[in-house]
C-alpha cells in the first residue's frame, strides 16, 4: 500500500486529455512539500516530467502540467500521443516517515 | 551527467549483492544519492539515502539492518548493498541523485540493476 494513492489505470484517445490525481496526507503533501511526477517508458530509468508541482524541465512539452491543491496533486496530459503511453508516478516527501514516498504509479493507455 | 550502474546479478536465497553506479559530469559530493527499487510489474521503493559528502545515511524501516549504502569519492561511485535476500528482493535497482533538501526531486537517474534471487 503505497503512502501516495493514484488511479491504477487511465486512458484516452489521442488528442484528449487525461488527469492523473495523487493522494496523499497531512504528513506529506498537506504538509506543504512539493510533488514532483516522473514518466517511465516500458523498459527504461523513470525521467522526472514536473518538479515542484507544477514545473516542466526544459526538454517536457507544455502539453504536460502539474498541480497541487491540499493533500492531493494532478498532472494534466493533453492532446494525448502514442509516445505519451507509459506509467506515471507521483513522489514527495513525508516527514513521519521521515522518506522520500511515491505513488502506485498510473498507467496510461492512449488508445 | 551519468549515473552508470553495474550488471545484471543472480544471486541464492541468503547471499547478498552489491550494486554500483558510477557517476561522472557533476560535482559528486553536492548531492544524495538515493536508491530506489522495482519489483517486477511493480511500482517504485524507495530504500534510502546516502549524503555523498558526510556519508551519512537514511534508510527507509523496512530496509534497516539488511542495506548498507556507501560510496567512494575518489572514484564518484556509489555502492548499495543488501543481504540477506530472498525472492522478494528480486527486482531493478536504481541509483538516483537528489540534491540535498526535501523538496526536491530526483533529477537523474541510473540504468538499473536487475537482480534476480532464485535457488
Known amino acids: 500500500q503505497s503512502v501516495l494513492t493514484q488511479p491504477p489505470s487511465v486512458s484516452g484517445a489521442p488528442g484528449q486529455s487525461v488527469t492523473i490525481s495523487c493522494t496523499g496526507s497531512?504528513?506529506?503533501?498537506?504538509?506543504?512539500?512539493?510533488v514532483h511526477w516522473y514518466q517511465q517508458l516500458p523498459g527504461v530509468a523513470p525521467k522526472v516530467l514536473i518538479y515542484?508541482?507544477?514545473n516542466r524541465p526544459s526538454t517536457v512539452p507544455d502539453r504536460f502540467t502539474g498541480s497541487k491543491s491540499g493533500t492531493s496533486a494532478s498532472l494534466a496530459i493533453t492532446g494525448l500521443q502514442a509516445e505519451d503511453e507509459a506509467d506515471y508516478y507521483c513522489?514527495?516527501?513525508?516527514?513521519?516517515?521521515?522518506?522520500?514516498?511515491f505513488g502506485g504509479g498510473t498507467k496510461l493507455t492512449v488508445l | 551527467v551519468r549515473l552508470v550502474q553495474s550488471g545484471t546479478e543472480v544471486k541464492k536465497p541468503g547471499a547478498s549483492v552489491k550494486v554500483s553506479c558510477k557517476t561522472s559530469?557533476?560535482?559528486?559530493?553536492?548531492?544524495?544519492m538515493h536508491w530506489v527499487r522495482q519489483a517486477p510489474g511493480q511500482g517504485l521503493e524507495w530504500m534510502g539515502w546516502?549524503?555523498?559528502?558526510?556519508?551519512?545515511?537514511n534508510y527507509a524501516q523496512k530496509f534497516r539492518g539488511r542495506v548498507t549504502m556507501t560510496s567512494d569519492t575518489s572514484i564518484n561511485t556509489a555502492y548499495m548493498d543488501l543481504s540477506s535476500l530472498t525472492s522478494d528482493d528480486t527486482a531493478i535497482y536504481y541509483c538516483?541523485?537528489?540534491?540535498?533538501?526535501?523538496?526536491?526531486?530526483?533529477?537523474?537517474w541510473g540504468q538499473g540493476t536487475l537482480v534476480t534471487v532464485s535457488s
Open positions: 538516483a541523485r537528489k540534491l540535498p533538501h526535501t523538496n526536491t526531486w530526483f533529477d537523474r
Open positions: 513522489q514527495s516527501y513525508d516527514r513521519s516517515l521521515s522518506a522520500s514516498v
Open positions: 559530469g557533476f560535482i559528486f559530493t553536492d548531492f544524495y
Open positions: 546516502l549524503n555523498l559528502k558526510s556519508g551519512g545515511t
Open positions: 497531512s504528513s506529506n503533501i498537506g504538509a506543504g512539500y512539493d
Open positions: 515542484g508541482n507544477n
